[in-house]
């Protein structure tokens, strides 16, 4: 279903570039993590501060799930 969202959170720190996806279910206490290993193509959209990243300044490993963002876009 093309309609649906996973939003995912990840606090950088600035400096680092390189982010594994993932998505969390549940809240509180227990919440539970689950890799995103291998990511539909194409399917995938960053955005850092809120304002969201051209294909161009990203790149997905599609067999691994890490995301590579450009040089200057932390």
Do not use: C, H
């Not at 549940?26 to 294909?55: H, M």
């Amino acid at each position: 279903d093309s309609t649906r969202v996973a939003t995912l959170l990840l606090a950088g720190d600035g400096t680092n570039r390189v982010f594994a996806l993932a998505k969390t279910y549940g809240t509180g206490p227990a919440p539970y993590r689950r890799a995103i290993a291998k990511p539909v193509a194409g399917s995938v959209r960053v955005a850092v501060d809120g304002v969201e990243l051209p294909g161009a300044r990203f790149a997905v490993a599609a067999a691994t799930g890490l995301v590579t963002l450009a040089a200057g876009a932390v």
